[in-house]
């Protein structure tokens, strides 16, 4: 168990649902973070928040619409989705911020697996 | 060309052999080399990291940094059925960007 706890774990939805994907991490972190997982793609970094506040959007569809309400909590909200949006999708947590000055440790939840049909 | 490059193998090894896992990088900048291992249906966890060039061990596992040719190698040695998983290298510089290869499956049978 790392501290950060990931809801769904698996997820079906049709492409006119509506979902959200919650993440809770329990270790004090100011930033946090979700990613995609797609079979044979690197890791693929979607928004960062830093004390609560959005501070990176790496050109991510409109259809997914983050929300981060305390410094706990992080919510990836779903609409619209089409069917190459399936994959496992990874929220983690680090004491701070990456800034290119000093290393720090990431923490993964379980990640959600998401089936767009 | 991919800033990370791993390949995704599966690669299949009896139980005690040594492992090698490999990723190139083609920005000079990257100064830190991580090595997350990920298990079937879990997260990515930190195995090892450096910080620019040079050599880590941590029991079986070493962790080695080549900068001068972007080369960084995650060494198994006396490989157990349990360390059967997806290996992934990630590295950051000056952003605050972590940049991952795709990972590499690793099996070790009995």
């Known amino acids: 168990e790392t501290g950060v706890t990931q809801t769904p774990r698996h997820l079906v939805m049709g492409m006119t649902n509506k979902k959200s994907l919650k993440c809770e991490q329990h270790l004090g972190h100011n930033a946090m973070y979700w990613y995609k997982q797609s079979a044979k793609k690197p890791l693929e970094l979607m928004f960062v928040?830093?004390?609560?506040?959005?501070?990176e959007n790496n050109s991510v569809p409109s259809r997914f619409s983050p929300e981060c309400p305390n410094s706990s909590h992080l919510f990836l909200h779903l609409h619209t989705l089409q069917p190459e949006d399936s994959a496992l999708y990874l929220c983690?947590?680090?004491?701070?911020?990456?800034?290119?000055?000093?290393?720090?440790?990431?923490?993964f939840g379980q990640g959600t697996r998401l089936t767009v049909v | 060309q991919k800033e990370v490059e791993q390949d995704p193998g599966p690669l299949s090894v009896p139980e005690g052999a040594i492992v090698s896992l490999n990723c190139t990088y083609s920005n000079s900048a990257f100064q830190y080399f991580m090595w997350y291992r990920q298990y079937s249906r879990k997260g990515p966890e930190l195995l090892m990291y450096t910080y620019s060039s040079g050599n880590k061990e941590d029991g079986r596992f070493t962790a080695q940094v080549d900068k001068s040719s972007k080369y960084i190698s995650l060494f198994i040695r006396d490989s157990q059925p349990s360390d059967s998983a997806t290996y992934l290298c990630a590295m950051s510089g000056h952003t605050d960007k972590l940049i991952f290869g795709t990972g590499t499956r690793l099996q070790v049978f009995p």
């Open positions: 928040y830093s004390l609560e506040e959005r501070v």
């Open positions: 983690a947590s680090s004491q701070d911020r990456f800034d290119g000055l000093m290393n720090t440790e990431a923490f």
